[in-house]
Structures are given as structure tokens and as C-alpha cells.
């Protein structure tokens, strides 16, 4: 089967750190670009970070750059965020999914985990 | 406020057809693929359409998606109570390097 599988979620407050971690299972994690996306209590969904294959190209949106740090570990097919600064805006839940490779760019993410609820809060 | 703008509700009778429309603009939708998902609160978000048209695996017929130039459209026919659910779009922008969502559309059974 295959799998995504996020932990490591938890309440902060403001200003500190929390680490994410998403574990792959059931196909070469290697292969893949790899994401985080986040839905915000009554929002909607927004793109976080990706890496590539090799972790040569990292790519953030502004809100979290400086912030966030994705990385990846393929001997253990898992995939992390380092969040640190977080702000009450950080509270979400975040999601990993897996990007399909389309024609001259990946085009979609065909297969995401069940999320991580990260609560940032005095 | 959402590169990507989608319709916010959308309602329809079991049976009948309902359409999302996703706009954009050359950055994105004009120039890379578009894909739709369905979220259910509490689960996760389900792949439904990719490359503007194609269906994901499983995915019943009833659910297509097409493109021209900045727009995007997802269609659903023979709705059923199982289709109540937030539909979001999404694309590639070239010229920031992000990932783009639409702010999402809810699609409600009557």
C-alpha cells in the first residue's frame, strides 16, 4: 500500500520550534518531489514547501521563508519540516503528499497523508 | 486572498450536473497542468483530476475537468450526496516557484 504517515504535530507558543516528520511506505521515495501543505482553521488549502529528488531545489512560500526548513532522509523514505519563529498564523494542519511527474513539469499531488494538527498558542 | 479564484458554493439536486470554474492566469494555470481535489473536513485531501483532464485512479467518470487558456473547469454529473465537499484547483506557478490553490469550492447535495 502506499502510504504517507505525518507526526510530530503539537501545541507551541509563539516564537518556538516543532519538527514534522512524514514517513513513506510503499513506493521508491527517492524517486519523488515531495511537499507540505497546510489548511488553517476555516481556511483553505496552502502550498507550504517542496524539495526535489536530491534535495538540490528547495522552494517555500513567502509567508514561511526563513522560518521553515524542509528536508529529506531517503535511507529512512521520510521527509521533515523544521518550523522555528512560529506565529499564531502557523496553526494548521499540515499536510505531506507525494508530486506526480506530469510531461515537462509535475502536475499534481497523487497521494497525501492524513495531516498533523501543529497549534501555536499562548 | 487566493492567486487561484474558484466560485465559493455551489449547489445541485442528485442527478444533476454542477461545474466549478478555477481562473487564473498565464503565470500559471496558462502555462502548467491543473489539478482538482476533493476535501472531506478531518480527511485527507483526494487527488480527483490531474494534466487538466486526466482522471486519478478510481476515480468515477462522472468527475472531468478541462482547460482553456487562463481557466480551468471541473464537472460533475449524476451528482450524489457523496459529492458534498470542498473542491480546491491547483497549478504551478513559473514565475514565483510556488504551488497555487484555489480558495476552494463547496459543493452542497440539496
Known amino acids: 500500500d502506499v502510504k504517507l504517515v505525518e507526526s510530530g504535530g503539537d501545541f507551541v507558543q509563539p516564537g518556538g520550534s516543532l519538527r514534522l516528520s512524514c514517513a513513506a511506505s510503499g513506493f521508491m521515495f527517492r524517486d519523488y518531489w515531495m511537499t507540505w501543505v497546510r489548511q488553517a482553521p476555516g481556511k483553505g488549502l496552502e502550498w507550504v514547501a517542496n524539495?526535489?529528488?536530491?534535495?538540490?531545489?528547495?522552494y517555500y512560500v513567502d509567508s514561511v521563508k526563513g522560518r521553515f526548513s524542509i528536508s529529506r532522509d531517503d535511507t529512512r523514505s521520510s521527509l521533515y519540516l523544521h518550523m522555528s519563529s512560529l506565529r499564531a498564523e502557523d496553526t494548521a494542519v499540515y499536510y505531506c503528499?507525494?508530486?506526480?511527474?506530469?510531461?515537462?513539469?509535475?502536475?499534481?499531488?497523487?497521494?497525501w497523508g492524513q495531516g498533523t494538527m501543529v497549534t501555536v498558542s499562548s | 486572498q487566493s492567486v487561484l479564484t474558484q466560485t465559493r458554493s455551489r449547489s445541485g439536486t442528485p442527478g444533476q450536473k454542477v461545474s466549478i470554474l478555477c481562473s487564473g492566469s498565464s503565470s500559471h494555470i496558462g502555462r502548467n497542468p491543473v489539478s482538482w481535489y476533493q476535501y472531506l473536513p478531518g480527511t485527507a485531501p483526494k487527488l480527483l483530476i490531474y494534466g487538466n483532464d486526466q482522471r486519478s485512479s478510481g476515480v468515477p467518470d462522472r468527475f472531468s475537468g478541462s482547460k482553456s487558456g487562463t481557466f480551468a473547469s471541473l464537472a460533475i454529473s449524476g451528482l450524489q450526496s457523496d459529492d458534498e465537499a470542498v473542491y480546491y484547483c491547483a497549478a504551478w506557478h513559473d514565475s514565483l516557484n510556488i504551488w497555487v490553490f484555489g480558495g476552494g469550492t463547496q459543493v452542497t447535495v440539496l
Open positions: 524539495i526535489n529528488q536530491d534535495g538540490s531545489e528547495i
Open positions: 503528499a507525494r508530486e506526480r511527474a506530469g510531461g515537462h513539469t509535475n502536475d499534481a499531488f497523487d497521494i
